[in-house]
C-alpha cells in the first residue's frame, strides 16, 4: 500500500501564496505520475496539476501560470506552489500517486485550502 500525507493548507487572503506537500510512503515503488485534484463542496473532483517521474507536468487551464507543481524523488514528496489564489480556488484538495502495475491510484485524505479576504 501507498501513503499519501498532505501538509501546507489553510487559510489565505486573494492574491496570496501557499505550498502544498504530499509526502509517500510504503510501498511507492512502480509509482509513475503523482498529482493534485481538487474537490469543492456540490461539486465532481477535478485534476489541478500532474507530474511524470520524467518531469513533463500538466495544468488545469483555471491554474496555468499561477500553480507550479514539482517532485523530490530522494524525498518521495510531491509540491504544488500556489500563487495569485483566487477565491474559486477554495477547496479540499487531495494527492494523487498513480502506479501503472495494476493500473492503481492512491489517494491522500485532503487538506483544505480557503481563499478569502
Known amino acids: 500500500q501507498v501513503r499519501l500525507v498532505e501538509s501546507g493548507g489553510g487559510l489565505v487572503q486573494p492574491g496570496g501564496s501557499l505550498r502544498l506537500s504530499c509526502a509517500a510512503s510504503g510501498s511507492i515503488f512502480s509509482i509513475n505520475t503523482m498529482g493534485w485534484y481538487r474537490q469543492a463542496p456540490g461539486k465532481q473532483r477535478e485534476l489541478v496539476a500532474t507530474i511524470t517521474n520524467g518531469g513533463s507536468t500538466n495544468y488545469a487551464d483555471s491554474v496555468k501560470g499561477r500553480f507550479t507543481i514539482s517532485r523530490d524523488n530522494a524525498k518521495n514528496t510531491v509540491y504544488l506552489q500556489m500563487n495569485s489564489l483566487k477565491p474559486e480556488d477554495t477547496s479540499v484538495y487531495y494527492c494523487?500517486?498513480?502506479?501503472?502495475?495494476?493500473?492503481?491510484?492512491?489517494w491522500g485524505k485532503g487538506t483544505l485550502v480557503t481563499v478569502s479576504s
Open positions: 494523487n500517486a498513480h502506479k501503472t502495475i495494476r493500473a492503481m491510484d492512491y
